[in-house]
Nanobody, 123 residues
Framework: QAQLVESGGGLVQAGGSLRLSCAAS????????MGWFRQAPGKEREFVAG????????YYADSVKGRFTISRDNAKNTVYLQMNNLRPEDTAVYYC????????????????WGQGTQVTVSS
């Protein structure tokens, strides 16, 4: 049974940084595209960043380009999201997700999801 476990969320002031981690088990991690999504209260879940199976291709939402960086370590079955220059509008629950082979922008196309980690940015 595949499992994704996020960690690293918390409370940070605007302009600060956080690094999220997502540890995967029960799947052949190196064959899965990985995505980070977020969902704020009352809003739909939105794509934040994605990395291809080997990490050679990365994708970002316009709202986070230049501030967030996705990376992955296939030897550790872990994907990361480095978040710099955080803004109050980045406040949300952040989820990682896995999809065999590709990195869709549409959350409905992912196979597995983590439980989420809360990120709160104070102004």
């Amino acid at each position: 049974q595949a499992q994704l476990v996020e960690s690293g969320g918390g409370l940070v002031q605007a302009g600060g940084s956080l690094r999220l981690s997502c540890a995967a088990s029960g799947l052949t991690f190196s064959t899965y595209g990985m995505g980070w999504f977020r969902q704020a209260p009352g809003k739909e879940r939105e794509f934040v960043a994605g990395a291809s199976s080997r990490g050679s291709n990365t994708y970002y939402a316009d709202s986070v380009k230049g501030r967030f960086t996705i990376s992955r370590d296939n030897a550790k079955n872990t994907v990361y999201l480095q978040m710099n220059n955080l803004r109050p509008e980045d406040t949300a629950v952040y989820y990682c997700a896995a999809r065999s082979g590709v990195v869709p922008l549409n959350p409905s196309r992912y196979d597995y999801w983590g439980q989420g980690t809360q990120v709160t940015v104070s102004s």
